[in-house]
Nanobody, 126 residues
Framework: VQVVETGGGLVQAGGSLRISCVTPGRSHTNYARGWFRQAPGKEREFVAASSWSGRSTYYADSVKGRFTITRDNSKNTEYLQMDDLKPEDTAVYYC????????????????????WGQGAQVTVSS
């Protein structure tokens, strides 16, 4: 399974960015997805997750209320909308996917995912 990320970029504090995560293939193929980020010199950390069904999402406390996951199943694409960005959000953001089958469970560990995107740089200036 291929995972392709696009988006991210450079923005001032308080601004917004969006990252797209595409899993090319037959449309309407569901995946559980997770979003993680890694800043220089730090370990990869959990950001957000959506269940296979898409009915459930879960966010890290550090981004809750600012980041939003949306999904377009017809395009096998999930979006991470990031609003009110802060300098501490600066990192490489990774989308991960796996097919657990019908479930509303949100997987929050990196080891839960078999397929990873290449990463998208997000830089927030103060």
């Amino acid at each position: 399974v291929q995972v392709v990320e696009t988006g991210g970029g450079l923005v001032q504090a308080g601004g917004s960015l969006r990252i797209s995560c595409v899993t090319p293939g037959r449309s309407h193929t569901n995946y559980a997805r997770g979003w993680f980020r890694q800043a220089p010199g730090k370990e990869r950390e959990f950001v957000a997750a959506s269940s296979w069904s898409g009915r459930s999402t879960y966010y890290a406390d550090s981004v809750k209320g600012r980041f939003t996951i949306t999904r377009d199943n017809s395009k096998n694409t999930e979006y991470l909308q990031m609003d009110d960005l802060k300098p501490e959000d600066t990192a490489v953001y990774y989308c991960a996917a796996d097919n657990y089958g019908p479930s509303d469970y949100d997987h929050v560990s990196p080891t839960d995912y078999s397929y990873w995107g290449q990463g998208a740089q997000v830089t927030v200036s103060s």
